[in-house]
């Protein structure tokens, strides 16, 4: 609003005393949102800090305080399992994934060959199906194989990474942007269409590939679905979000709830500092991923 | 150019000589690892996943090797924990990959025996177990009288834990809520889940039994929740839902009066009251003048073994699955979690007979009925009663409610149109005695046989029936009603006139077979001998 | 209907002109019913040509070929080994001999302590033949599991049977394996055709080391590729057959009204198309009815969900980014939080805090009285146990998931609309709210109009909002189906999260058949629902309105 006639005109206010009302609401609907959106994680820290019962209360400061529910989920429960399951399988996931996705796209985007049209659309339609349900063939399969209850963490890591091919489309729309004159002249000094992906175009891709690395140690963090199907109940095998879902659901849950917010904050902490460290490639990819589709 | 054409040559040898060999009869070789050569098979057991209780199977487990040192060298053993409440969902998602062992809760017994997925322990086994656990224990786990189960607790029932300092007389309801409301205390009682719900009309002396037929379906319910019983029941727990205290729920402790739950809460109801808790079994309650003693369901834990192919094998994980239950093991349990033992002599344990909440149960369950096999559906249609009665104004909608109860259950057990059609054959056969419904399939249009062929006796008596019910059935003529004729005879049941039952006259193994017109009700039995 | 042109298009107005694209749209389904039938048809015709010339081309090779050649016909490799290829000859008959034993030499395992056979594996050919392909009432596999008893060790033991999950999964290995064999077939022929041609053409035929280069240069996508597509191939497509076939089956684990089956104790049974017709029975007491109420609300909650979404997260992101406003960062940081932090921990958290025992359910109930007079006139202290208070719940809950997103995307989007469009709107009085009309939302909707399709596509399949919040409850108890027995959908259940009920039992069973059923009929919605989005959002056909 740099035109100072249009603004008179408009409301026979000053262009700034109308600027400072409608920063000042905008303000007010910033820090209601922010109070609203940073209130469960409140809820959740205060009562995981919370000595004085176990179960919910109907007030949200404890009485007394302490580090005592902590101390419960590394000496009493599975939850330190749980959590190095998830750990390695949120590392296994960002390698590999990153392998299939990076060459899945790369090819897709930067190379032209007979079924590749086919070969996309085939992946379109497929993507169409829920994809859960290929979990009644792989329970069984991984179950004779050795890879369910207790292993589950290694049958899950398959699972991921072995058809995260199909989620290509965030990283083709990267390389789509990379100029192709690029490719084009590293041909002509002779490289191999190899030399070209691993010296020319890899340097360049840095964003995405952190990008899809971040996907990919987030994933497991958060999967039920899968998760829950190949530990088939198994306490050794479960992930965090398996396991403490389990907690709420007992028939006790009021023994399990302070706990449960503990273990809620013990994992959020890794997990959303290496998100906010890397959240500049995360905007990137998720700004690009929906422009381009 | 050479040198390959010689290796070519060659191929084609090869091909052809592996081929006479492969026109060898060939034998199977036995077995991925043939015999028993030093390898260990691996035995999984399954046990709950309440924190310590995989380490105190494996040292009980740990013990059992000590004692029999053979199955030492055989076999190791690896053990997990895993919810008993969903234990069967997973040993059915694939049996093949279930654990050799496992515990589960006693409401999933039948479906795990109807899925082929317990071995009923041995009859000498049998005897012993029977022997030495409560009466309650070995019904929980037993189907139709054939035990295939080892009872593992006898603990899962609610009684009612209560604060001293407010509750002036634990014994009766009426009173328990004046107190409460007087005192501003929370009524916790979780009236709108069935099986708290029931605890009022089993005591005015309601029941709802459900039964299966063989292949586990569930066929007619016996249940008069809607009577003049209901109502009573239905008044008794407005007693409690119509005061502003009550809280649909058995587990919350905080600033509760009274809470209705089991041991599982034992330790918070004892963190939360501290020296003001008092545990005793539910108390009576009083409408129109006549009392009654709240009721309730009780349950057990039980072990499971999976069906064996090798018989060493089997008696093996029997005899550990009676060692992981018998009286030493369930009094470690009950040390290390407060479990309550199923073992008689365990039960006589003087720790045991201290504990509160166990003596609590004790008392309670003098009014518990085992939980049997209940409609899955039951559960979520009876627990609407307790909102029922909360919201309920007048006596008409009480009665309502049980109107829409009694349809809503019978509605569960509408046939389709297939099974109306469809006929079976009932009788004194096949070691039945009138209670199964032999299954038949229509052959053609009109003609129907059994699917198996039966062993029939001389004088074995049977009759066909349509849909499961006697309204269409067929048998011999009747002498009552004066006819003579041979022939059978088929006519819609209006009262005394039913066919006669039909005799077999040789004895054989026989499928049934049997002819009918829809529209004329004329009908031909024959016995077609099986070959 | 009469076809406008530009110039009596822009005369309409908005309304005329959406009722226009509307029934374009619908006049325009035919056809593309039409073109798809002649694509197919065409696609026919291509293929029957190219089998002919198949044919053709494999009779010259026969006839043309020498001895090594004409034996390559029985015995793999044999032509390419004689023309030197001898690595690839060599691939080509260690298939082969790998088929032939797989098919018929692979003897039936037996168990080793009691020496019965428990048919774990088992030759191609004996898969098979147990598998009775789709006759329906036969079963999948041949052999029953059998109760006996041992006398000697005085223990029930069972005599084993064939798993018809097992069988069938073989049979389709068995398949493909053959399928694969007559594509190698067909290859090698080819390949003792091409170095006919190449020899007789007097050129050097490649070696085995120019075709492992070739994989890094021109090939260079088959290497790529191989991983992805193998990983593809095992873990989704060939489970995703198993399952279609799984829908003509009556596979469960369920005992009860609608009998008993299960994986490895009892065979299960082929039963035609009897499980597609049983979902789609919209009579009463029919699974069809309990189909099409959660058809309905799921795609309520997909066009709620994303829309309200869409539009909130991008007013959110134009208000941070307004000019004057400070600490961007900050505020866009709070938001991101939702995204770090996992799902399954504030979800949860944020039901259980609504529940009546959570303090901002109690709160609730206790100091407002118009929510409590509404949940007591509902019978209940919980608005989870409401269902159109639940509903609603899931979607403001998933606004406070979804902002963040939107925001995100939707800021670097904005910085790049050209600040000279909003200039020249000034100069002519437009106010913000005509700004936002004119310029931003078109701008916007044109641009991320994929993203639009991918997130209403993923909304229809939101899983962990339904299933961590509110668990599909509260329970439908109007709905009365009585084959369904316990997994009758709740209120806010969606075709997603009932396919996750059906397939794990939740306590009442596992209906993999009706699972497996439901899953075709959601390809087949969302497969629809994509391909009109696809044609409503506004793509290419308003590209120069900003070119």
Known sequence: MKNNTSSIKKSGLGAKASRRISNTLIYIVLIVMTVVWLFPYFGIVLESLRMESTGRVDYMIPKEWGFGNYEYLFTNTNFPTWFINTTIMGLATAVLQTFFILSMSYTLSRLRFKGRKFLMNFMLILGMFPGFLTMILIYKIFGDLGLTHANAPFGLIIVYCASSGMGYYVSKGFFDTISKSLDEAARIDGATRWQVFYKVIMPLSKPIIIYTILMGFMAPWGDFMLARFLAAGDDLGKNVAVGMWGWLQATNPSTMYTRFCAAGVTVSIPVTAVFLALQKYYVEGVTGGAVKG | MKMSKILTLVL?????????????????????????????????????????????????????????????????????????????????????????????????????????????????????????????????????????????????????????????????????????????????????????????????????????????????????????????????????????????????????????????????????????????????????????????????????????????????????????????????????????????????????????????????????????????????????????????????????????????????????????????????????????????????????????????????????????????????????????????????????????????????????????????????VELVPAN | MKQLNALEYLKLNKFQRFLYDFKQFFCAIPGWFKGLILAFLGLVKDFAIKIKDGFLDIIHTFVKGNWAVKLSFVIFGLGNIYYGQIARGILFFLFEVAFVVYMFFIPTSVDVSSGLPNYRTQSGLNWLKSVNWFETGNTVGTIQQKPGYDYEYDVPITIPGEDSTRVLFNALLAVIFIIAFIVTWRLQVKQCRICMDITASGKKIKSGKDDLKSLLDDQFHKTLLAPSIIGIGLFTVLPMIFMIIIAFTNYSDVFGSIGLLNGQSELYQWVGFKNLAELLNFSEGGIGVAFGELLVWTLIWAVFATFTNYFLGMMVAIMINKKGIKIKKFWRTVLVMTIAIPQFVSLLYISKMFDFNGFIGSFLYNNVPFIRDYLVANNTNTLWQVPEAARIMLIVINIWVGIPYVMLMATGILMNIPADLYESAQIDGANGVQQFTKITLPYMLFVTGPYLLTSFVGNLNNFNIIFLLSGGGPTNFDMNIPSLEGLVPGHTDLLITWLFKLSTGSGAGARYYLASALGILIFLVVAILSLIVYNVIPSTKNEEDFA
């Open chain 2, 12 to 524: 084609v040898l090869v091909m052809i000589v592996s081929c006479f060999a492969a026109c060898q009869p060939t034998k199977p070789d036995n077995g991925d690892n043939g015999g028993n050569g030093g390898n260990k098979e691996t035995i999984k057991v399954w046990v709950s996943e309440v924190p310590g209780a995989t380490e105190l199977a494996e040292a009980q487990i740990a013990e059992f090797l000590a004692a029999n040192p053979d199955y030492d060298a055989k076999y190791t053993f690896e053990v997990s924990g895993v919810s008993e409440a969903d234990a069967a969902s997973q040993v059915l998602a694939d049996v093949a990959l279930a654990p050799d062992v496992f515990c589960f809760a006693q409401d999933q017994l039948a479906r795990l025996v109807q899925a082929k997925a317990l071995a009923a322990p041995g009859l000498q086994a049998t005897a012993n177990l029977k022997e030495a656990n409560d009466s309650v224990s070995i019904s929980a786990a037993s189907v139709a009288g054939t035990l295939y189960a080892y009872p593992l607790t006898s603990d899962n029932g609610y009684y009612m834990y209560y604060d001293k300092s407010v509750i002036t007389n634990p014994d009766d309801l009426a009173q328990i809520v004046a107190d409460c409301e007087a005192a501003g205390k929370n009524i916790c009682f979780e009236l709108e889940n069935a099986w708290y719900t029931a605890s009022f009309f089993m005591a005015t002396g309601c029941h709802s039994n459900w039964t299966m037929d063989d292949k586990g379906k569930f066929t007619s319910v016996d249940d008069d929740f809607n009577s003049d019983k209901g109502l009573v029941a239905m008044k008794g727990m407005q007693i409690v839902t119509k005061s502003p205290n009550y809280i649909n729920s058995s587990s919350e402790f905080a600033n509760a009066g009274i809470v209705v739950t089991g041991i599982w809460n034992a330790n918070t109801a004892v963190e939360t009251l501290g020296d003001n808790l008092g545990v005793t079994d539910l108390p009576s309650f009083t409408v129109d003048g006549e009392t009654y003693h709240l009721a309730s369901f009780s349950g057990n834990k039980l072990m499971g073994v999976k069906p064996q192919s090798d018989p060493a094998k089997a008696a093996m994980l029997s005899k550990l699955a009676q060692y992981l239950t018998n009286t030493e093991c369930q009094l470690e349990r009950y040390k290390e979690f407060q479990w309550g033992p199923s073992n008689l002599v365990a039960q006589q344990d003087a720790n045991v007979k201290a504990n509160e909440s166990l003596v609590a149960l004790a008392l309670q369950n003098e009014h518990a009925t085992p939980q049997g096999n209940i409609h899955g559906s039951w559960w979520d249609i009876a627990k609407l009663l307790g909102g029922e009665s909360k919201n309920a104004a007048t006596e008409d909608d009480l009665r309502l409610a049980l109107d829409t109860y009694e349809k809503t259950i019978l509605d569960l057990l509408k046939k389709s149109d297939d099974e109306l059609r469809a006929w079976s054959v009932i009788g004194s056969i096949n070691g039945t005695g009138w209670n199964v419904d032999l299954e038949m399939e229509e052959l053609e249009n009109g003609v129907w046989q059994t699917i198996e062929a039966y062993d029939l006796t001389t004088d074995d008596q049977f009759k066909l029936r349509q849909g499961g019910g006697w309204n269409v059935q067929v048998g011999v003529a009747n002498e009552k009603t004066g006819e003579t004729t041979s022939g059978y005879y088929a006519r819609l049941m209006d009262g005394a006139d039913e066919p006669g039952n039909i005799t077999v006259a040789t004895a054989g193994k026989y499928y049934v077979k049997l002819t009918w017109e829809e529209g004329t009700h004329n009908a031909t």
